[in-house]
């Protein structure tokens, strides 16, 4: 077998979201209660078989959202320091890095200190608003903040955009979004 990248569910599960279409809440109630209770052991083994077999590229993911439970993010960093994977990419809807400097100072040179390289943050709009609206959240942090936190830690972001006839329902909606978010420094870019 010969893998590419391995992904592995971190955290908590919870989310600080409540996106109408969301597919992780099926994941939750297999996912641990309490941030910092991480399987040590099966994700050691998970990531030696993945490394073994030739994944050099590992997905943080979560059935929610894996800011909000950090301190399993941080130790699931230090288990995969076990192995040399080239690219780390931490999957967030990035609410909480636009809404706490404090959480960004914190954590995101932490964990790009610990072998972080990319965030994959999933976006639906330009519009904070918009983003609000789908997130179903009172109200969503400026782009460019995300950006610029992402930035200072030292991390590439890329946007993953989702669409869908509520936000991105034609073409120019579309090069609207991908020019906006090039102009503002971002480093690749998925739909
Ligand atoms: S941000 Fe992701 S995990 Fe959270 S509610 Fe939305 S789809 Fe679900």
């Known amino acids: 077998m010969n893998l590419q990248n391995i992904a592995l569910f971190v955290g908590t599960g919870k ?8 597919a992780g809440s099926i994941h939750r109630e297999n996912m641990p209660k309490e941030d910092k209770v991480v399987d040590e ?5 998970t990531l030696k078989y993945a490394y073994e077999n030739g994944a050099r590229s590992l997905s943080l993911t979560s059935g929610g959202e894996p800011t909000i439970a950090p301190n399993s993010v941080t130790r699931t960093l230090e288990i995969a320091q076990n192995f040399d994977f080239r690219k780390i990419k931490l999957y967030t809807n990035a609410i909480r890095i636009g809404k706490s400097l404090k959480f960004s100072k914190n954590y995101l040179p932490l964990w790009q ?15 904070p ?5 789908i997130f ?7 782009l460019e903040l995300i950006i610029n936190r992402i930035h200072e830690a030292d991390l590439k972001v890329r946007a993953n955009i989702v669409l869908s006839k509520n936000n991105i329902c034609n073409l120019e909606k579309f090069k609207e979004i991908v020019t906006w978010l090039k102009n503002y420094g971002v480093d690749n870019i998925a739909a």
Do not use: M
Request: hydrophobic share 30%.
């Open 15 to 22: 989310c600080n979201a409540n996106c109408a279409h969301c």
């Open 41 to 45: 052991n099966l994700f050691y083994r």
């Open 113 to 127: 200190s610990k072998g972080l390289t990319d965030i994959y943050w999933t976006v639906y709009s330009i519009s």
């Open 129 to 133: 608003e918009k983003n609000a609206q």
């Open 136 to 142: 179903r959240i009172k109200s969503y942090p400026s």
